[in-house]
């Protein structure tokens, strides 16, 4: 009875090796499509809207706050907060551009 078990144990295939590897590469595959793919396509329209500021923009920064750009440099840029208040901040630290029709434009 046991040498009937070994043989049956013995004569059943094991599954190929690349079956096991198969649940890794379809986890990374949805990593790499839910999470890297949006963020790098994030990262670079980020960039894009930073090579495109010019003077006069409102923008929005990482800290919340709306300002309008008086100078550009490659890592800096001259923020006015209030008519006299001027601010410098690090280029990449700038969120968004608002829109110049939106009502914090306006204010």
Avoid: C, W
Wanted: aromatic share 6%.
């Amino acid at each position: 009875m046991i040498s009937l078990l070994s043989a049956a144990a013995a004569s059943a295939a094991s599954p190929p090796a690349y079956l096991q590897f198969l649940p890794l590469v379809a986890m990374a595959v949805i990593f790499y499509f839910l999470i890297l793919r949006p963020q790098m396509k994030r990262q670079k329209e980020h960039q894009q809207r930073l090579s495109g500021l010019q003077k006069g923009d409102q923008v929005v920064t990482a800290g919340g706050i709306v300002a309008k750009i008086v100078r550009l440099d490659d890592h800096y840029v001259d923020l006015e907060l209030a008519p006299g208040v001027r601010v410098k901040a690090v280029r990449s630290t700038l969120g968004d551009v608002v829109p110049q029709g939106s009502a914090a434009a306006n204010d």
